[in-house]
Structure formats: structure tokens, C-alpha cells
């Protein structure tokens, strides 16, 4: 447990467990949360489209085989994935050197990849041009994103009542 | 395709890095009026992950001045400047560490330290090689690194890393000095040396 290099996907439903994406930068780090059952996974994405290559060494690598090998991962550890709340970071656009914009393109391939599933993004800081590091505490479900010399922002809190405890109150009320 | 490459390839490459680097050395001392070293050059022929570690820790903070190649091979020399290194630089050019200067003066280094590399590369193997204009920019090791390579390499490639270390006599002030090209240029530079072949 802990860094999930690139192309690499782990999945923990351990409390306090840290699943980290260390210096993103073109890349994505894909977390997907099922707080019910208490799995937690998340994937370091490469690039965008596996165009045929086989990478089972490597499921987390392109985006088009990256979220439905996550999503089986957790599955097989419990989750369900209509519970499941997905956040992004990363796909940033380092340097302007004239080239295709791999970190767009994958943000893009990411959210094609969710939608085929029917998972909902709930929060992303993608773009730009820094690097990111994701960290995703188990248990509590936080995830924060940390630029190069800033503070981590919290850009998911699990610890936020459960959307369907607050409809379900808004129906009583 | 995965290019392998064989030990007298590797070797071959390495000795190319070893007096490109040595070049760069030689200039860096000139313009800072100090003492070089240089350690023998390392070359790795490794998946990107991989190839990211062994530049160092993917979220530390560098400095990473990028020099892109134009000419005859393409490919990026590339300086990675811990933060401590890239303010000893800019206290010996006499200048102010992260002010608009201070990186020019930065960017400046990445183009002497490119066009000395890159001239004794181009004089090696008789290819025409020049330096674009440097970008600059500080940020996560593993950020800066990770994008460059995606940008010269096919996914499956593995990504051939050239890597020296430059540093500064009694000054704490280490530069690693990066060549990464493109699986394409690897083959244009042992092309000219005979040894293309199993590559």
C-alpha cells in the first residue's frame, strides 16, 4: 500500500490506508470510492487510448482498459458501483513544446471511461500547467491534491454526510 | 516494437553521454569561474515508471530546465536543479533566485550546457544537431519528467535514459544532466558509430 506508480492500480479496504499518485503531470490519478462497504481503489493513468496494445503488467495505463480493470478490482473487494464516487486529478499540460496534449486527452478518455459505467465524477482539478500529487486516506475517504510548493487542497471529504442520508431526510422533512 | 539494446549499444551510448556531459562540465566551470565534477554517466533502457525513479523522487520539487533538439535527431536534453543547487547557481551568477532574472539566468545555463552537449554529440557522429530555446519550469520531479518522455516516446517503447551528475566544487549544488531521445534518435546516434544494427 501506498504510491501507485504509473500504469499501476491498487485497491485497499483497509482503514487508514494511503494511496498516493506521486507527481502527476500529463497524467491522471483516478480514485474511485465506495464508502458503504469501504473500498477505496485508485489508478495512475498513462495515456488515453490502449489502441490494441495488451498491458496486463500494467492494467492502470491507458484509460480505455484502466477504469473497467479498477472498477472489477473493487467489485471483487466488495464495492458496488453505482455507489461508487469517482474523482480526478492531473492531465496537466507541462510544457508547450508543440506537441498533442496528452494530459487533455486523457482527462477526456477518463470521463468517457466513467460515463461507460454509469460512475459519477464528483470532483476534479485537472489542466494547466503543475504538477499534482493525489492522496486518498481509506476509511475516512479524503482525498487531497498538493501542487508543487502549495498546501494539499481537500478535493473530496467522505466524512460529508452520504448523499442518499440527505435525501432521504429531505423526503422526511 | 520494444527496442532492446545490446551491452556494446549501451556502452557505446554511454561514452557518447560520458563526453557530451564532459562538455557541458567543461562550460559550466568556465561560466561560473569553478571547479566541475562529473561522475560516470548511467544509461537506462527502461519502462517510464521505471525510467521516472531513477531520475529521483517523483514529487520533489526541481527545477527542470528543457532544451529541445532540432536538427538531425529528436529528443530533449534536460537539467534537473534541486531547489538549494538552483539558488547556489544564481548566487554565483549574481543574480536573485526566483525572480524573472534568476530564471533567465537558469535558462541561460540549460543553453550553454545543451550546446556544448550537443555540439560534441553532432562532432561524434556527424549528425547536425541544434538547441531550441529552453523552457523552464519547478515543479514535481515526476511531473516534469513523465510528461517529457510521453512526448518522445511510443507507449510501449521503453525509454532510454542517458543521466550524469554535474557538481559544483565545495558548493551545494548538483545538476543531473538528462539526455532522453527518441527511440528513432537513439538508432540516428549508432547509426554513424556501426552499431545500429540490433537496435
Known amino acids: 500500500m501506498g504510491t501507485v506508480r504509473m500504469g499501476e492500480i491498487q485497491v485497499s479496504k483497509h482503514a487508514g490506508d494511503e494511496l498516493v499518485a506521486r507527481g502527476l503531470g500529463s497524467c491522471i490519478g483516478l480514485a474511485l470510492i465506495d464508502r458503504l462497504s469501504g473500498v477505496a481503489g485508485l489508478a495512475h493513468v498513462v495515456l488515453p487510448e490502449s489502441n490494441g496494445v495488451e498491458a496486463s503488467d500494467e492494467p492502470g495505463k491507458f484509460a480505455d482498459l484502466a477504469v473497467p480493470a479498477l472498477v472489477a478490482r473493487m467489485q471483487k473487494s466488495g464495492a458496488v458501483v453505482r455507489r461508487c464516487d469517482a474523482v480526478i486529478a492531473g492531465g496537466a499540460k507541462m510544457f508547450d513544446l508543440g506537441e498533442m496534449d496528452i494530459g487533455a486527452r486523457n482527462a477526456a478518455a477518463v470521463k468517457t471511461g466513467l460515463a461507460r459505467v454509469g460512475m459519477t465524477l464528483r470532483a476534479a482539478e485537472t489542466g494547466g500547467n503543475r504538477g499534482r500529487t493525489l492522496r486518498l486516506t481509506v476509511g475516512e475517504f479524503v482525498v487531497t491534491v498538493k501542487e508543487a510548493g502549495e498546501e494539499p487542497v481537500v478535493l473530496f471529504d467522505g466524512t460529508a454526510p452520504k448523499r442518499f442520508a440527505r435525501r432521504t431526510a429531505e423526503v422526511a422533512a | ?199
Open chain 2, 1 to 199: 516494437v520494444t527496442p532492446r539494446y545490446t551491452e556494446l549499444q549501451l556502452d557505446a551510448l554511454r561514452e557518447l553521454a560520458n563526453i557530451a556531459s564532459g562538455n557541458a562540465a567543461t562550460a559550466l566551470s568556465q561560466m561560473l569561474g569553478r571547479e566541475v565534477g562529473l561522475n560516470v554517466p548511467r544509461v537506462h533502457a527502461l519502462p517510464l515508471a521505471d525510467a521516472v525513479d531513477a531520475c529521483g523522487t517523483p514529487d520533489d520539487d526541481v527545477t527542470g530546465v528543457v532544451i529541445p533538439l532540432d536538427g538531425d535527431i529528436a529528443g530533449v536534453v534536460l537539467l534537473l536543479i534541486e531547489p538549494r543547487g538552483a539558488e547556489t547557481l544564481c548566487r554565483l551568477l549574481g543574480v536573485e533566485a526566483w525572480s524573472e532574472i534568476g530564471e533567465s539566468a537558469l535558462r541561460e545555463i540549460g543553453n550553454i550546457l545543451g550546446t556544448s552537449c550537443l555540439n560534441a554529440l553532432a562532432s561524434m557522429t556527424g549528425l547536425h544537431l541544434e538547441p531550441c530555446p529552453p523552457h523552464l519550469t519547478t515543479d514535481m520531479l515526476g511531473a516534469i519528467v513523465s510528461s517529457l518522455a510521453l512526448t518522445q516516446t511510443a507507449s510501449t517503447e521503453l525509454v532510454l535514459v542517458l543521466d550524469s551528475e554535474l557538481e559544483v566544487a565545495d558548493e551545494p549544488c548538483s545538476i543531473s544532466f538528462v539526455l532522453l531521445p527518441t527511440a528513432g534518435g537513439v538508432t540516428d546516434l549508432l547509426t554513424p558509430l556501426g552499431l545500429a544494427e540490433a537496435a
